[in-house]
């Protein structure tokens, strides 16, 4: 038979009994016996706040037993067990009784203050980490991390598609039998709980997850020994779960917004690019037709003057063609990305020189003036596409200037950087567009009777960019146009700074 072990908190009441009674005895002496019931109240309070409700009861009990063998029944008192030792008894009992439901209160609050600051925590820490997410499957990682810390058990996370097909998140790896379960829940619109009677692979707790709008998947938390989850922790579950939707439906109504938005603007560039090489096309086209059809006939064209006069037409839309066709393709290209930077050291004044004789044709009608310093440094750049961003600045200035007036090529040091411009006198821009006329495709108000394909200072754009510089407009007047880029010129040339050497070492 094996001895009846007695819990460890009646022992330390008894403890607590045993060291009071010394001091019950000398008080013995002075005081009427059932007052010492009175001092054994120490033990039982001690007991009912620092132990248990059964520990107070038996040290109560063992307190009046002690009182009635130690001080009353060997002093032959037991007669004296009177009517005040009787209230004595049942003052001790219900002030052990009144004592001990109060410190099992205080207790219990205790415990669920603490229970609430704790469960208050993992709502704010989860609801911080997903405020500062981004991305359906992102959020669904981090939302199951946080769950399955908080409960101990772990987490699967199933989202619907566009389509309104739930599939598992990335890092979910389910079962078969999760999945199907996952699927029923859906379904019911419910908490679906699978105990030890359904699938052993599936047992676990399913919650849809409902945003603002509709359910926009299903958390499962698994395990064998889900029913023993309790109310409070369901509750947990709950509100991380709500959490959670609201967080992933706010991002895929985000992410449904930004691709609307982009098929808008895919669809508005496509209509753009339409527009523009439809009209940019049949307009050269028209005029090559035209002048060609003249000159087959050659019976009707026996002017050398005429017949030079329809070539030199053909010639020149012809190469408006050819120019759309370029921005086109240079567009693509760097749009791409298979633009590779071929980086010299090389002058600003030399690239002017090249740009102005490209586009002697566009400006044979202006006066060209070009204004570069002598100590002008040189420039670590790609010189082919340097000088494009120069023809198409010219070929721009050219559109929209007046016959005959000038057009300045400028070059200046600036802090670090070198700043080219290019100015001209002519229609110029409206208030507000400074930035617009970067856009792709974008044409400003005063162009409508300019060719052009709304391309070349966008392409300007990239291939500044791509150097690390900067492009921008200046509306100087009403019909006065400024086009600024700048380049990085933070280094020198290595036979500068080989000579500079030379010149500091001591002779």
Not at 80 to 109: F, G, P, Y
Not at 184 to 213: D, F, H, T, V
Not at 383 to 409: C, H, W
Not at 475 to 498: G, M
Request: aromatic share 6%; glycine share 6%.
């Amino acid at each position: 038979m094996t001895a009846m072990r007695i819990p460890r908190e009646f022992t330390y009441g008894a403890a607590v009994v045993v060291l009071i009674s010394p001091f019950a005895a000398i008080l013995s002496e002075f005081v009427h016996p059932p007052t010492l019931l009175m001092i054994y109240m120490i033990a039982v309070v001690f007991s009912a706040t620092k132990l248990s409700e059964k520990a107070s009861y038996f040290t109560c009990i063992f307190s009046f037993c002690i009182y009635y063998f130690v001080f009353v029944f060997p002093r032959g008192q037991a007669s004296q067990l009177d009517r005040d030792s009787i209230v004595s008894l049942v003052a001790v009992v219900l002030v052990t009784i009144v004592v001990s439901r109060m410190s099992v209160k205080n207790k219990r609050e205790k415990a669920e203050a603490v229970e609430r600051e704790r469960e208050t925590q993992l709502i704010y820490n989860m609801g911080r980490d997903l405020a500062s997410t981004r991305g359906v499957q992102h959020l669904a990682s981090i939302a199951c991390s946080h769950i399955s810390k908080s409960l101990a058990r772990p987490a699967l996370l199933f989202v619907l598609d566009e389509d309104g097909v739930l599939k598992p998140s990335e890092h979910s790896k389910p079962s078969p039998d999760q999945i199907v379960a996952a699927k029923m829940c859906l379904g019911q619109k419910e908490m679906c709980r699978i105990g030890p009677e359904g699938e052993k692979n599936a047992q676990g707790i399913y919650l849809p997850l409902k945003g603002s709008l509709s359910i926009i998947g299903v958390l499962a938390i698994t395990g064998t020994e889900i029913d023993s989850l309790p109310a409070e922790r369901t509750r947990l579950l709950e509100t991380l779960a709500n959490q959670a939707a609201l967080a992933i439906e706010r991002t895929m109504s985000w992410e449904t917004a930004e691709r609307r938005k982009m098929l808008v603007e895919t669809i508005k560039m496509r209509n753009a690019l339409l527009s523009s090489v439809s009209h940019d096309l049949r307009t050269p086209l028209a005029a090559i037709m035209g002048s060609a059809s003249v000159l087959k006939d050659a019976a009707k064209t026996t002017d050398p003057a005429v017949t030079q006069e329809l070539g030199r037409s053909i010639y020149g839309e012809a190469d408006r063609l050819n120019r759309f066709l370029l921005n086109l393709l240079d567009m693509t290209r760097l749009q791409s990305g298979s633009v590779k930077l071929h980086k010299e050291w090389n002058s600003i004044e030399e690239c002017f020189g090249s740009a102005i004789g490209r586009s002697r044709e566009q400006l044979a009608e202006f006066k060209i003036v070009t204004k570069v310093p002598l100590d002008l440094p040189l420039i670590f750049m790609d010189e082919l596409l340097i000088e494009q961003v120069l023809v198409n600045l010219l070929d721009n200035a050219a559109k929209y200037s007046i016959a005959g007036t000038e057009i300045v090529l400028a070059a200046e040091p600036g802090d670090a950087v070198v700043n080219v411009s290019v100015l001209n006198h002519g229609l110029g821009i409206a208030e507000g567009e400074e930035e617009k006329i970067f856009d792709k495709f974008y044409r400003s108000g005063v162009s409508d009777t300019v060719f052009g394909t709304g391309l070349g200072l966008t392409i300007c754009r990239s291939i500044v960019q791509f150097h690390g510089g900067k492009i921008w407009a200046e509306r100087l007047q009403a019909n006065v146009t400024k086009f600024v880029f700048s380049l990085p010129a933070t280094e020198q040339p290595p036979a500068i700074i080989a000579e500079e050497a030379e010149q500091s070492e001591p002779v």
